[in-house]
């Protein structure tokens, strides 16, 4: 799947011409339909998007919602969201596309603190009624002519107009949401986020994985698998949950770190490798923080006396040899 990072790569992939800043862009869908491709594969971008639909064919897709037999809408998507679409060449509208660093200059918070619903993982398109669309037309309206003015202060103004844009698409959200069925449909999608997640942590941790030590102990690492942006996996998880992300990952580590030294006489080295740590200090570190005990002290405790000698011996030559050529047959 393409991923694209700035703007003109987003620009280039869809055939339109390149974008006159590197951190925002405003369009009208009329003259983009003179080039742009008709169909696009899913892919994914790093930018903020608000569009303002006024008529056309087909669909725009992201996660399980679209613009199909929708007229007058408004829609958006975040960042890392799986976007795909299949248009006619008679859309009419606009939609701005920005970065994080572009709004930033406005606020000093992030805008998924600021906005909450653009963590939302299956956004939603807005139906509008005619007096809701003039509204938004009037404020595209005007941060096309900003754009197109390109003075020192235009940048400004247009940040404000997002700000504005981002504020009214909140509040047709909340109101939408007031629906049941709607809330259902998010909490089921919700709950189906946090049941793969917890399944991927499972299965990420099996023996003989081929990733970089550590990434299976990030919440990125699961963001990008399924698709999603890591602060709206972590805000699903701990909605769902009351526990963030990274916590079930710290619990699954701790649970299979426990019965390895409990229930196996491998060193505390071959255990950090198993579980995907890069040194063995990193996994001693987080074995002491969660428990209070090193590695070490928890087997003392929790080991028959009998088997406490067999497993000093062991990792004495264990540290006496390589763990690249150590083979458990030899003890």
């Known amino acids: 799947m393409e991923h694209y990072t ?42 903020y998007a608000i569009a303002l639909k006024l008529n056309g064919s087909g669909q725009a897709t992201t996660g399980n919602y679209s613009t ?37 200059e406005l606020s000093e918070k992030r805008l998924a603190e600021m906005f909450p619903f653009l963590l939302v993982d299956n956004t939603i398109p807005l139906e509008l009624k ?12 005007e941060m096309m002519f900003e ?28 109101n939408s949401i007031k629906d049941q069925k709607l809330t259902q449909q ?16 499972e299965i990420s941790f099996y023996p003989d ?17 399924l698709n999603v942006h890591p602060n709206h996996l972590n805000a699903i998880v701990k909605r769902i949950t009351d526990t963030p992300a990274s916590a079930h990952i710290h619990k699954h580590v701790l649970a299979l770190a426990k019965s390895k030294l409990q229930n196996t006489t491998k060193s505390v080295k071959e255990i950090a490798f198993e579980l995907y740590y890069g040194y063995p200090n990193h996994f ?26 067999c497993f000093e011996i062991r990792t004495l030559l264990f540290e006496l040899r390589s763990p690249y050529s150590f083979m458990p047959s030899e003890i």
């Open 130 to 141: 005619d007096d809701q669309a003039g509204t938004f037309l009037s404020t595209f309206n």
């Open 284 to 309: 001693a570190n987080f074995f002491k923080k969660q428990t209070g005990n090193t590695p070490i002290d928890f087997r003392k405790a929790s080991t028959d006396p009998i088997w406490e000698d």
């Open 6 to 47: 700035t703007l003109a790569e987003y620009c280039q992939a869809i055939n339109i011409t390149p974008p006159k800043w590197n951190d925002f862009d405003i369009r009208s869908f009329e003259d983009n339909m003179k080039t742009v491709k008709h169909q696009m594969p899913p892919f994914k971008h790093e930018f």
């Open 186 to 201: 998010h909490r089921d999608n919700d709950l189906e986020l946090v049941s793969r997640f917890k399944t991927l942590i």
């Open 68 to 104: 199909k037999d929708l007229k007058a809408t408004v829609f958006f998507n975040s960042p890392y969201q799986i976007i795909h679409w299949d248009i006619a060449p008679d859309w009419e509208g606009y939609y701005i596309i920005f970065s994080e660093d572009f709004y930033r």
């Open 209 to 225: 994985q081929s990733f970089d030590a550590g990434e299976p102990h990030q919440v990125q690492f699961y963001a990008d698998k």
């Open 147 to 174: 754009f197109d003015l390109n003075q020192s202060s235009s940048k400004a103004v247009i940040r404000h107009y997002t700000h504005v844009l981002l504020h009214r698409v909140s509040r047709l959200l909340e």
